[in-house]
């Protein structure tokens, strides 16, 4: 499921579209495509995982799901769930969940929430935290309420990094430490994108997807956890299970 940083570079990569017309609609999404032919792409957004593009009087949004992907001139070998072509050039969405929406987009997300927005409060993502002190802190991360754009990379690597075990229930970790899990939550998500950016993720992963830990030399548990069944990749030596 691609997280938080990879929408960012994903709205990076639809500039150029921006303020060009959809000239043809394509794709075997059952909603009702063709409202978008013809008009033109006002505005490019984010909110965690959600992909935001603005039409006049309503915004298509984007979301992967676990195994969503996209081109962007180019096509892959099977039907795409939506395409858009333009004039010069293509964005094409597979295996994702297409909506349209009809609201104002104030009106529907809380930007704040947003770690990688520059309206994110840690302020209220702490408010919220202490509303569920008996929720394990592996499933509170992936709270998209709380950590919109925080998946399962970032939630492994920021309980790594902060050594803390991921079955920990929220209420029971420090206050000092939940501190240091909400502010390494927002910049690990931006030192995702920037290795991203560079196509060197993978080589900066300590933990996710890791057999064994770095500091202590370990093997690391590998287990699904809390009620979302995620998997966790966690040392039980230097990663403090608080209960």
């Not at 081109?71 to 297409?98: M, Q």
């Not at 592996?138 to 399962?152: K, M, R, S, W």
């Not at 931006?190 to 991203?196: M, S, T, V």
């Amino acid at each position: 499921m691609p997280e938080g940083p990879s929408i960012i570079l994903l709205k990076e990569e639809c500039l150029p579209f921006l303020g060009k017309k959809v000239i043809r609609v394509e794709g075997n999404t059952k909603i009702e495509k063709e409202r978008m032919a013809n008009k033109k792409i006002l505005f490019i957004k984010s909110w965690g995982k959600h992909f935001l593009l603005g039409f006049s009087g309503f915004t298509l949004k984007v979301h992967f799901l676990m195994f969503g992907s996209y081109t962007i001139n180019a096509k892959k070998d099977r039907p795409s769930r939506l395409s858009l072509i333009f004039s010069k050039g293509e964005i094409n969405f597979y295996t994702c969940s297409v909506k349209f929406l009809e609201e104002d987009l104030d009106e529907l997300y809380d930007w704040s929430a947003d770690v990688m927005s520059d309206l994110w409060d840690p302020k209220k993502a702490r408010k919220k935290l202490k509303d569920q002190s008996d929720v394990m802190i592996c499933d509170t991360l992936l709270e998209q309420d709380i950590f919109a754009g925080v998946g399962n990379i970032i939630k492994n690597e920021v309980l790594y990094r902060v050594r803390i075990h991921p079955e920990s229930p929220v209420g029971k970790i420090p206050a000092a430490k939940l501190t240091s899990i909400i502010k390494e939550a927002r910049q690990y998500s931006f030192d995702f994108l920037e290795w991203k950016r560079l196509y060197v993720l993978r080589k900066h992963w300590l933990a996710h997807n890791k057999k064994t830990c770095l500091r202590c030399d370990l093997p690391f548990v590998r287990k699904h956890t809390g009620f979302r069944h995620r998997r966790s990749f966690f040392c039980t030596n230097c990663q403090k299970l608080y209960v």
